[in-house]
């Protein structure tokens, strides 16, 4: 996905995503499992979809876009 000049994709920090894209409209946070791994989910709308990035430990590990 690209969000202002710069490719975000699978691995991305998460630092380069809200440089590039900016402050996301929502924002989850996650914490569990026995390392307390922590999983946010970034709400985007861009180009007209809803754009869904999951963090995973600091970096990306999901990008989900959506019509809707």
């Given at each position: 996905m690209n969000c202002g000049g710069t490719w975000i994709r699978q691995g991305s920090s998460l630092f380069d995503v809200l440089d590039s894209c900016g402050t996301p409209l929502a924002r989850e946070e996650l914490t569990g499992g026995?390392?307390?791994i922590k999983v946010e989910t970034l709400f985007y709308k861009l180009a007209n979809k809803k754009t869904y990035i999951t963090v995973?430990?600091?970096s990306v590990s999901k990008i989900e876009l959506s019509r809707r």
């Amino acid at each position: 996905m690209n969000c202002g000049g710069t490719w975000i994709r699978q691995g991305s920090s998460l630092f380069d995503v809200l440089d590039s894209c900016g402050t996301p409209l929502a924002r989850e946070e996650l914490t569990g499992g026995g390392a307390e791994i922590k999983v946010e989910t970034l709400f985007y709308k861009l180009a007209n979809k809803k754009t869904y990035i999951t963090v995973r430990a600091g970096s990306v590990s999901k990008i989900e876009l959506s019509r809707r």
